[in-house]
């Protein structure tokens, strides 16, 4: 079974994150990420570059991810830090 764990561990190998923290219950999962690499992206592209970390793991184990992609500058405007 996939766990929020592993989904953090996949994702954190192929992009380097300042923040990342994912929940779910085994099938469906949500994510923030928040990336420095995602800078002048637009969501539809953040989003493709984790679907690309993620390969066919996200045909085969995680059945509905969401996501929240942000810049570093994103998250601490947002009162992150």
């Known amino acids: 079974m996939t766990t929020p764990e592993n989904i953090e561990r996949y994702i954190s190998t192929g992009l380097p994150c300042e923040h990342l923290s994912v929940q779910g219950d085994g099938q469906h999962f949500e994510a923030v990420i928040v990336s420095a690499e995602f800078a002048g992206k637009r969501p539809i592209q953040r989003h493709q570059m984790v679907y690309a970390v993620l390969g066919d793991r ?8 969401s996501m ?3 810049t570093p500058e994103e998250w601490a405007a947002a009162g992150n830090r």
């Open 68 to 70: 929240r992609t942000l």
């Open 58 to 65: 996200m045909r085969e184990e995680i059945h509905a991810l």
